[in-house]
Structure formats: C-alpha cells, structure tokens
C-alpha cells in the first residue's frame, strides 16, 4: 500500500508524521488514506491522540515501524493517550485539534516537531520568533492533517508565514520545556536558580497551569476557562506564559511579590469587589 515508509524523525509528531507519509506517497484524499490504513474514524479526523493500541500496531506494520517508536510520536511528554485522561495536565496540556509550527524549521528540517504540540510552547527557541497557529491567507487554525506538510489546506505556503521575533526573556518558558525534555538549548545561568529549571515537564505543566488561574481570574485579556485550549490563539497563550514568566524572573524576590498582590487580591474579592470571574 505504501511504496515509501520513511521512519520517522526522533522528535517528529504523529500527525506531521502522518502527514508526510500521505504526501510522499501521493494519495488524492486523507480520508481515503486514513481509512485504507484503518485510522479513520470522526474523532481521529480531528486528533490522533485517539489513537488505540490496535490502530497504532496496523501503522506499524504498514508503515514497519516500530510500534513503540510511534507510540512516542503521539505526546512530547506522557507516554499514554491523551484522550482517556481526565486531569487538566492532559486535557489542555497539548493541543490535539489544530498545529503550531515554525516557519524556518520547517524549512530547514522538513517535519513537524512534537513539542509544538505543547499548548504552553509558543515560541521557536532556535529563532526566536512565535510560533505560527493561524494560516496568513485564510486566517483559520492549522488543522491537525494537512495535505502536505508545508502547505494550508488553502494552498498557502507556510514556509512564507511572516515571523514576529521575541526578545530573549519571552522564550524563556519555552526553553525551560525543551531543556527538560533533553534538547540541546541555550538556558541562561541565572534561571538555573529558579525552581522551573529543576522541574520535568509534567511538573512545570502542573505549577505554570495553576499560576494560570490566577490571570484567567484578574486579567481581562484572558476571558476563557482554559486559555491553553486548541480554541485560543497562540499569541494569546503567549502573553500569559510571559506574565507568568515574570512570577520567577527575579527569584525569589518576584515570587513574594506575587503572593503579596495574590493575597490582596484574594481579600478583595471575598468582599464582593470582583463580581465576575470570567469578566
């Protein structure tokens, strides 16, 4: 059925990966790919994380993959499927109905990497630049299966997404998620001394979600329940993660002064000042 089954790279996604076996091979349809490969169904249209062991064993042998090695495919961190968890961590940890990808890694490796999957990376640590989530051309989200995997289901090429560059103290979340996950990346010393750097991943997740609350609550910019959904721009994802940079970028001075203004807060609204949580 496939005449080219290439493997896929170490940090590549499932869906990318899928992606890149659907172009290569030069099928007319996705759905007819997914469902000749028996990984058709309405919820796998929308996320591979739905995925089941069966389904992924008929992959490896279709594509003579190790199943492990595409069982690594599905997360960037947990090693389960998403979808049957029932914990926050899981549930909006990782987007699993749109994409984010960088333009220059694209370009330059040809995949789409799984830590982009991380509702909470927002930024390409190697350039230094946002991570695009919305097609330029017909301005909708980046859909989980593409036809090719530098090309919106529009035809627009995203290898000419225009790029908006961050500075150096707006990636440093990001960095912190690929340093535990074991990539090679620049840290600056002085975060070596907050407590994030000594986290894995899952406890970074756990700690900079419940910061998140905080902002949902009294920040009026994030309106949302879970402003790390697949429904949210990833440009508002990365104005949170930078507000709650800010939490330990002067440690421990920045987080005192955090609780300081968390607790008059909290005082504040039991005494009905705030009427609305999601205002």
Known sequence: MLLIRPKPFKDESLSGYITRLFEINNYESMIIFLKKASLYGKRLMYSPYALDVKQLEILAELTN???????????????????????????YAIHTTKIKLCPNCLNENGYHRKIWNLSLVTICPFHNCLLVDICPKC????????????????????????????????????????????????????????????????????IIMYLAKHFVINNRVYRHRSIMSSKIENILVHQLVVKIYEVFSNWPESFYEFLDNYESTYKTKNKGEIISRYN
């Not at 989200?141 to 000419?160: E, H, M, P």
């Not at 690929?178 to 002085?190: K, P, T």
């Open 65 to 91: 993959v190790d199943v492990q090695i595409l069982f690594n495919c599905i997360s960037p961190i947990f090693y389960t499927t998403v979808v049957k968890e029932d914990s926050l961590q899981f549930r």
């Open 139 to 206: 301005n909708q989200f980046l859909r989980i299966y593409g036809d090719k995997v530098t090309i919106c289901n529009c035809g627009f090429d995203l290898l000419n997404a225009p790029l908006v560059e961050v500075a150096y103290d707006q990636t440093i979340i990001t960095r912190l998620f690929y340093h535990a996950l074991g990539y090679n990346i620049e840290i600056n010393q002085s975060l070596q001394k907050t407590p994030l750097f000594k986290m894995d991943a899952i406890e970074m997740i756990n």
